[in-house]
């Protein structure tokens, strides 16, 4: 799932641009999974490890308040137990 798939296309001066998505804050669920990152991983493998979609990497990252996909050892990271709030408004 793409995190543009809802994003609104807005026209300035005859070129299109991605408008603005604002999404939800995830919410903490007795499910979610917490993992401690080790050598090699990637917000992208991780998502494609718990969800079987790379794309998705910027949800985690989200719920994480991270910014990049490269994360360094040690790193405890909460994995959402769901994708419902990766819609956006």
Do not use: C
């Not at 499910?31 to 910027?58: C, E, P, S």
């Not at 949800?59 to 790193?75: H, Q, S, V, W």
Request: charge should be neutral; aromatic fraction near 12%.
């Amino acid at each position: 799932m793409s995190r543009y798939k809802n994003t609104k296309i807005k026209t300035i001066d005859g070129k299109e641009s991605y408008d603005t998505t604002l999404y939800e804050v995830i919410p903490e669920d007795t499910n979610d999974i917490h993992v401690m990152t080790q050598i090699g991983d990637r917000l992208d493998l991780l998502a494609l490890q718990f969800y079987g979609d790379k794309n998705l990497w910027w949800y985690i990252g989200k719920a994480n308040n991270l910014k990049f996909n490269n994360l360094e050892p040690g790193i405890i990271l909460r994995i959402p137990a769901s994708i419902r709030y990766a819609n956006g408004q």
